[in-house]
Every structure is written in C-alpha cells, then in structure tokens.
C-alpha cells in the first residue's frame, strides 16, 4: 500500500486513504484503496486484485455524478469476432441514474463503444464503520456478458 500512497503523491493527488476515523460517505473526493473480487460471466472476467476508486458525490450518485474506479484485470470476449480485450486499469462511472449509467474504460484508442463504453447497472455502495470499510458493488454490461464487479476499500485508522 505504501507504494501506492508513494506513485499517488507523484501523481499530484493529494492524499491515498481515508483519515483515521472518517465515515466514507462523507468524503468523496478522497482516492481510497482495496481489491477486487474474482468475478466470472458467460464471455468476460474481473481477476483478484489491488483496485481504487474515487467519486465526486457526497452520499450518493445521482444524474451526471462520476467516480472513477481502477480494476486489476478485466477482459471481455466477443462472440463475433472472437477476439478477447484487455480493458484492465482505470475507468470512468458516469451515472445516469443513481445506480446505473456507462463506465468509460480508458486508453482504448481503437475498441468498440459496446466494449469501451458500456453500460453499468445495480450500483450500491454499503460502509462498515467497525472494519472501516466501504464496499462498492455494479454490474457492467457487455454484449454477451454481465460482469458483476465487487470492490472491498479500507480506510486507515
């Protein structure tokens, strides 16, 4: 965690983590830290691994919000074409509704909308005070694929 904290000063971002204490709900503008959970669907996968996510909202998402979330390993097959997308790393949720909208995989230059551009649904978001712990959870929408993404962040005490 520490190299994180390190690269995110480098990355002009002001801090890694929740200060001791704090409710997640009531800080949305700080860029906390956990993992992803193993998600399976018909034709796509989210692997294990370190994630991060950020929102711009300060309890909950409503129309225009964003949070930006970063994910270990993602990848998306088609049935057309039979081709597999790497579309790991950070991504953009923009909220049309309070639980669903489109998630924006960055840095994909020469991939379909469908895949780069998909829509999210089932958006909530739960913080359990006692572990310090805000869990993120939404369901991107492939074609031929719903993957459900499940994000555990911890704060630092």
């Not at 690269?7 to 992803?36: D, E, Y």
């Not at 991060?52 to 088609?78: C, D, W």
């Not at 499940?150 to 005490?157: G, N, R, Y």
Request: hydrophobic content about 45%; proline content about 5%.
């Amino acid at each position: 965690m520490l190299k994180h904290c390190v690269l995110a000063a480098f990355a002009g971002l002001a801090v890694c983590a929740l200060p001791a204490g704090a409710a997640a709900q009531t800080l949305p503008n700080q860029l906390i830290g956990g993992q992803a959970q193993r998600s399976l669907g018909a034709s796509c996968y989210a692997d294990r691994g370190f994630a991060t996510f950020q929102r711009n909202f300060a309890s909950a998402p409503a129309a225009g919000t964003k949070a930006v979330v970063s994910l270990p390993e993602v990848i998306v097959k088609t049935a057309t074409l039979n081709v597999a997308y790497d579309v790991s790393g950070q991504a953009v949720l923009n909220f049309s509704t309070a639980t669903s909208g489109n998630i924006r995989f960055k840095q994909l230059p020469n991939v379909n909308d469908t895949i780069k551009n998909p829509a999210f649904s089932n958006y909530a978001e739960s913080y359990n005070a006692t572990a310090k712990q805000l869990t993120v959870s939404f369901t991107i929408g492939f074609p031929n694929c719903s993957l459900p993404i499940v994000l555990i962040l911890d704060a630092v005490t």
